[in-house]
């Protein structure tokens, strides 16, 4: 990136690519809408925050760990066995660019992002290793929630068969109890409604039916948007509301198409 952006400010953009780096092992198995490798980290660092039995102070390197332990990515993608790439040099790219994008930050900034990155990759204390199981947790977490969204239930079976028994920590272990219950008994623990039908994306979202839209065509949306609130200006008709205009949107879209 330019050297004119300023440090921070480059970190931060860094950061933000981690919302765009999609983690590879769903896209792999053919999930859709695939999550984030910050949406990964976003709640494994909740998850911290809510550990029962640990100290504060614990409990806050948890969070931080969680924070920092996939942030590597934001520069060399997700790598996975698939890519043909040894533990040794995935782990050499990742220190590589951690190096770099903590070299953007004021010293004892990124020399503590920096130590807590090595102090996860190394899992030799006890926050590392229970912040490891909370990875290994989230991912199988995430796998329950692929079925249940792709109404696919077990496909994603090899996920729990090569993880559960890596998990170690009784805290975590109790959790994944749950979860495995939940997921064999099917009916427990339904997956929270779509929480975007309360705004008004599910004018622009959903068709009619409740179908998901998931490839607007963001060109027409722009131009016809635009034409209807012009439209609505000209005529000052004050009874219109903005679903309504974002309802006959989408509807003109699907005629057109």
């Known amino acids: 990136m330019s050297c004119d952006v300023d440090g921070l400010l480059e970190f931060l953009l860094y950061v933000g690519q981690a ?32 550990l029962p039995t640990i100290s504060e102070e614990s409990k806050v390197r948890c969070m931080k760990l969680a924070l920092v332990h996939d942030l590597a990515e934001s520069v060399v993608g997700d790598l996975t066995e698939f890519d043909g790439i040894p533990k040794s040099e995935k782990h050499r790219r990742e220190s590589e660019a951690m190096l770099y994008l903590t070299s953007l930050l004021p010293a004892d900034v990124g020399r503590e992002i920096f130590s807590l990155f090595n ?26 929630e692929y079925e249940k969204l792709q109404c696919e239930d077990g496909f994603l079976e090899d996920f729990f068969d090569s993880s559960v028994n890596k998990i ?33 994306l599910k004018h622009i979202l959903y068709d009619d039916q409740g179908t998901f839209l998931y490839k607007l065509p963001s060109s027409n949306i722009r131009e016809k948007s635009n034409r209807l609130i012009s439209n ?26």
């Open 19 to 50: 919302k765009r780096t999609f983690r590879t092992g769903w896209i792999l198995r053919g999930v859709e809408k695939v999550e984030s490798v910050a949406d990964h980290m976003y709640r494994m660092a909740v998850m911290s925050l809510v």
């Open 119 to 144: 102090e996860y990759a190394d899992q030799k204390t006890n926050e590392a290793n229970l912040v490891k199981d909370l990875d290994i947790f989230d991912m199988l977490l995430q796998a329950y």
């Open 168 to 200: 170690k920590t009784d805290i975590v272990r109790k959790w994944l109890k749950q979860l495995v219950e939940c997921r064999s008994s099917g009916k427990l623990f339904q997956l929270p409604s779509d929480s975007n039908l309360n705004t008004m």
């Open 232 to 257: 609505k200006n000209k005529n000052d008709n004050s009874s219109l509301d903005t679903a309504e205009l974002l309802t006959n949107l989408v509807k003109d879209i699907k005629h057109q198409n």
